[in-house]
């Protein structure tokens, strides 16, 4: 009894401290929070904001890009200590601007570089392409055709095509036999699919077609839904995505044509960023404009995990 | 009494919610500051909500003004990437808008398909098209010109209170300036009056010689030309064009018309109850925001007093009875 | 002992008392005319014995017992029946649903039984005498007239529970001919040699004088006086209704018609109609007669410009005239005063001024389009003068006036434009007597100025009392053009149903 009341009075005191002197106040904005990725951004930024006492707002103003700027403003006006945005700089320059006005910091949450931000983290685009270009020129023993998917109109995406395209054109055995741009519109497993059973049919040799390398997971799936329907995946065409969402690992833990793709560390990336935080708020000045966070091959030994 | 609290407690309910952030926000919610933020937050969706206002004055309403607020976004940007110098790329994307105003106008005059389902079509016909002309990317960075971007960073100062330079922003001075002008077409000019009549009854607007179907066709287009010009301020605010941008207004332009009625006696929609509803939601954002309340609460916290506010008035005017 | 006895009932609006003290007695197997001009308290007396409206004192006995009447359910429990001025009816719905909406349809396996379903319409409409109403027709296609028929079938049919004791009708043949006006009184007359009772609130005199057996008048929310309609005169009854001595009824013309012709239709046809030719001198007016529904409608609807001709022509002091809409058709100089004044006549919920200027909105603001509200209003009080208006202020909202005094707002604004052709449908319909008094002088005044007036009316007396000729119209034909000097109302009826004067004589 004794105890309890003693344990309920520390807390309330810790909590007061806490309250008062020691707190520093952050705000999270967001127009993305009811996407997966972007809940494990903020959860993991969360529990090290706790740890750390931070008094943490997170805000989401459901996919609208002018209210991010209005809910800047409102934080400005309200003198939080720190700033944390998940959505392109370059959209919401006016709100960044005001930010500095009152020089409060303002992170990104793998939002894209600015000069605006004190840093960015992400995971490393090339990196990660670097990761399965490699995979399939290792698993096709450097040689063969191989049928790319990419999307250059989207910038992160577009570097993981370019890393491809340096990676194969190093071997002189590999040859790109297309580069195909899906039509993303319907997410872009359908299109993909239509498009790779057109490649299929104008490629009916087995072994004609040794492996497809996508640029994201939909990509991926469209192939190997395209080669299971014209009963070719015993010929040993070897697919890889990037992302490693939910419908991919499944298909890798198969152990199929679906052979791998990359993981994002998104709760990494939420950690590091709430790392960043701290750092600036203890008074140091970062370099990095971007901070990179470590990504993971999946295959069909870690796919479950 | 209880006749003041059917006509004000809208108003009143809006005074007590300033009231009650002022208490509990003292330090941040009541500076002029944060009020010209505010109003600068709200402006793009104050000019929706008055361009709705004229329609729904004739008792008809438009889905569309979010896809078309994008539609111009887009296609100004679009013009801004093909080198279109800035004025003549606003003046086109203005003018996408009026024609598409005019277009739900012949939809729903001239074919006669009921507004919500003529409107909710368009809705998705801009929302397409937008998609198709920018190819589903957000247009932003080098291809928006500065000059464009620049427009809604910009204000005529005031000067600086407590050390502090404050500015009139220039989204501000645009929604007045829109707010007036359909004040002016509503309250002073025999268009507005003769849209209250067919409001009121388009059968007896329409055998007391009120051009009913020339007048949608002008009430349409000229809510289709609010809303591009609001898409035109998003996209200065966001310095930037992305085929999803405008879709969040709609909504919240019917639903600060509503609150406006409400005030109403006879429920007539009016131009600057409109405004108040529009500064009840923008207020409430505001000031549940600084208080740390959860976005999902909040959205609870706004349909929960766009329902009690209407509710009421519904109520006053059945006991009346 | 009566079936219903009501004492010391009372009412205040906000204030305002609608009724002081009202006492009434309906014997059973009674007919009861209650009368009284608009706004004497009829209507309030009918809402609390509905049950809509709560009396601020009352004692209220059935069959001598004290009764307190508890919603329109209470009202429905003690056997009271209602059937109001206003339609309501669902147009989408077949007649036969519209009869049986208040009950529960008739089944089969669980499964609506429309055989059983449309002949108990049938039953409840041949009770009615009627036969040409299909109980499978939706509803919209009716006429008005047939609407208001097949709901007071729908009334008339036995409500399952409780027994009717007392119909109360408010007004049920504003919209009915002759001969269906007829057939409903006959079966009034049946209701009542069956023991039960009838309130009959009608404006129309001399119905109440063939039909009922007691009458009470109202009059400032008091009753003036209840007697036996047979001891009692026409001329008494207005007189006790208004307060003053009747004036003649129709004031008469001052002056003959000159010999220009205004307006002229020759075989104009449109909208199932016509084909029609007529035509109407400057300070005439023409009468339009015919059974309810037969084209008149369509008559006035293409003279001013909303219905579309499909052939022949029309002219307007003597020129060429073909208007595309109705704003065509004010500019030339007609003004049209519809039925339906709250359907298609006013915007209620503005205020007067506003509903008296909208057809010269454009003449009267600057520029055509800057509003000049006190100019506007200026017009109105004396528009408002004209017509006799009684209202506080030009800015109150029309839907707080009287049905007569929203009338003459109808016509204040058809008198906005100093009009040369007035088109007038039904002009007097649910209109007081003083009211319709004010309105057949202004009548009056407006063909002493030299305008041209066709008057379409199903009220015969009233044709016969203002008109200079008569038109019959049958199944969108002009039949035959009398002139009304010396015609009588059974010569009139009998050309309705198209058969000459000398037989019927």
Known sequence: MMKSALRIGLTAAAMLTAGSALAAKVAVITPYLSQPGTQFYVEAFQGVAKDKGWDVNVIDTAGDVAAVISRIEDMVNQKVDAIVINVDPSQVTAGLEAAKAANIPVFGMDAGANALLQTNVTSNGYAMAAETSTYVADRIGGAGKVVMFVFDAFPPVQVRG??????????PDISVLDRVTPDVSDGGIADSRAKMEAILAANPEPGSIKAVWAAWDQPALGALQAIEAAGRQNEGIVITGIDANPQAREEIAKGGNFEASVAQDFKGIGAATADAVARVLGGEVLKQRVIYVSTKLVTAANAKE | MLQILRRYGTLIGFVAIVIFFSVMLPATFPTLKNWLNITQQLSMLTVVAAGMTIVMVMGDFDLSVGSMATLSGIVAAMLFVAGVPVPAAVAIALAVGLAGGLVNGVLVSVIGILP?????ATLTIFSGVAFVLSGGKTISGRAIPPDFADFAKSGVALGDVAGVAVSLPTLTIVAVLVVGLVYILLEQTSVGRRLYAIGGNIEAAHLAGVAVKRLKLIAFSLTGLAAAGAGLMYASRVASANPTQGSGL?????????????MSEEGEPRILATVLGVLILGVLDNGLTQMSVDSYVRQILVGAIIVLAVAASALGKRSRR | MPLLSLKSVSKAYNGVKALKGVSLDI?????????????AGKSTLIKILAGVVAPDTAEIRVDDQLVTID?????????????HQEMNVVPALSVA??????????????????????ASGRTALERLGISHIDPRQKMARLSLGDQMLVRISAAFLSAQGKPARLYVLDEPTAALTKEESERLFRVLEEIRSSGQSVIYVSHRLDEVMALCDRGTVLRDGVNIDTGRIAEITHDDLVAMMIGRKAQEAYPSASMAASDRVAFRMEGVTGGGAGPVSLEVRAGEILGIAGLSGMGQRALLRMAFGDLATRSGKMELDGAPYHPRSPADAWRLGLAYVPAERRAEGLVLTRPIFENMTLARLKAMSGAGIWLRPRAERALAGQLGGDVRLKARAVTQRVKELSGGNQQKVVFARALSTNPRVLLLDEPTRGVDVGAKFDIYTLIREMTARGMAVILVSSDLPELLGMADSIAIVREGRITTTVSAQGLGEDALINLCYGRTTSEAA
């Open chain 1, 162 to 171: 370019v890393i491809a395209d340096a990676v194969f054109k190093n071997y």
């Open chain 2, 116 to 120: 919500f389902v003529a409107t909710l």
């Open chain 2, 250 to 262: 709609m909504l919240n332009a019917i639903a600060a018309v509503f609150l406006g009625m409400s």
């Open chain 3, 27 to 39: 014997g059973a197997g009674e007919i009861h005319a209650l009368m009284g001009e608009n706004g």
């Open chain 3, 71 to 83: 919603g329109a359910a209470g009202a429905h429990r003690l056997g009271f029946r209602f059937i």
């Open chain 3, 97 to 118: 649903e519209n009869i049986s909406l208040a009950r529960s349809y008739p089944t089969r396996a669980g499964l609506i039984d429309w055989r059983a379903l449309n």
